[in-house]
């Protein structure tokens, strides 16, 4: 069978960011705010007071510390408590696309690929603006590349079912080259006024570029050693907007049209069958767990990732063996894994295993094992 491999990568990192501290301040003002309003129906019984969030509360529950943001005024706002990302004219790049060229420039220069080498685009990822025309189309197009482009969702493991939907096109000649990016503009559906979630996630963009090894001229080539893909049916995660919202108006700008989710259900159901998925993946392509120099996981919470890796290694993972970026990023749904990746393999040396890993709702699990070449 044809090597195929991934050859280059890039992230693109807005520019603002929120600290706890900050998002803390706000939440809590916007608590206030409410309390008062409602404070005849609080003290006859009739309503709950909302209770104020905490630093504390925020980095136990999740290890994360901040988070980038496409707009922070509009998050910090206890009145508005929303990004504020205005419209543009469908003749001015979106922003989403505008985001994902950067990206994707960045994973071409490190490929040492340009836009005729490459003839496919994959959006992979959880939160997209418009449902047509597709945002891969619109992405390819302004990179000037030739060939065919597409969305898919399959929520925070988009990217790892971009990739194998990448190396699939390749190994069947569809396709040369292909670009995967992932446009993650996860605040656009976060509750910020949910003190259960509010903290959850940030704004970023990932690119991969998947081609055939005999036709890759990067300085850095990880060869796919295997993908594995899984879903599972569950409502533990959830967000119900979408088009048909407008036909019973009585759902629209209801909670559940935002990002929802059973926190501990997921917990306990998601990290078992994660372990268990890469551990029979390393078992087939009988790969001793202790071979693993790297395990690049979703970053969706600190604890997760720690029971994951604890149960493939047979013991507590250290801190260079699975590498966190959630004090920083935060939760970027689909990209996560990828900005671990792309941070955290400079040590690699030839022969070396690791194992791209990303899980969230559906459920869905994937999981893609690399080795350097």
């Known amino acids: ?37 409602h404070a005849t129906d609080i003290a006859a019984g009739d309503m709950a007071p909302l209770q104020p969030s905490s630093v504390e509360f925020i980095e136990k529950a999740s290890g994360i510390k901040s988070r980038y943001v496409m707009d922070k005024a509009g998050i910090l706002d206890p009145e508005r408590m929303v990004p504020h990302i205005a419209e543009r004219p469908n003749e ?24 005729t080498d490459i003839d496919a685009v994959i959006v992979a990822a959880s939160n997209m603006q418009r449902p047509y025309p597709a945002m891969a189309v619109e992405i390819q197009d302004a990179l000037g590349i030739e060939g065919f482009a597409f969305d898919m969702n399959v929520a925070c493991s988009s990217a790892t079912f971009g990739i194998q939907q990448a190396r699939d096109a390749v190994l069947t000649g569809s396709a040369r080259c292909v670009l995967m990016v992932n446009p993650e503009i996860c605040t656009g559906h976060l509750n910020f006024r949910d003190r259960d979630s509010h903290f959850i996630f940030g704004d970023v963009c990932t690119a991969v570029i998947v081609e055939r090894a005999d036709t890759a001229t990067g300085d850095e080539q990880y060869l796919i050693l295997d993908s594995k893909l899984q879903t599972i049916y569950s409502n533990n995660i959830r967000n119900n907007f979408g088009f048909l919202n407008r036909c019973d108006e009585t759902g629209i700008s209801q909670p559940d049209k935002l990002f929802v989710q059973e926190g501990r259900k997921v917990f306990k159901e998601v990290c ?44 507590e993972a250290l801190p260079e063996e699975a590498p966190t970026i959630l004090d920083e990023y935060a939760n970027t749904s689909s990209a996560g894994s990828v900005i671990a990746f792309h941070k955290y393999r400079q040590d690699f040396e030839p022969g070396d295993l690791g194992v791209l890993c990303s899980f969230g709702a559906g459920y869905s699990i994937g999981s893609v094992v690399l080795q350097k070449r």
């Open 1 to 37: 069978m044809q090597d195929i491999v991934i050859s280059g990568t890039g992230l693109y990192t807005p520019s603002e960011s929120v600290s706890n501290e900050e998002l803390v301040a706000a939440f809590n003002a916007y608590v206030e705010l409410h309390n008062a309003e």
């Open 92 to 115: 001015e790049q979106s922003v989403m696309c505008e985001m994902a060229v950067a990206a994707a420039q960045e994973a071409m220069a490190q490929a040492g690929k340009s836009a």
């Open 272 to 315: 078992p069958a994660v372990a268990s998925q890469i551990s029979a993946q390393l078992e087939k392509l009988d790969i001793a767990p202790e071979r693993l120099k790297r395990m690049w996981l979703h970053q969706a919470n600190l604890s997760m990732n720690q029971l994951i890796s604890r149960r493939v290694l047979g013991r």
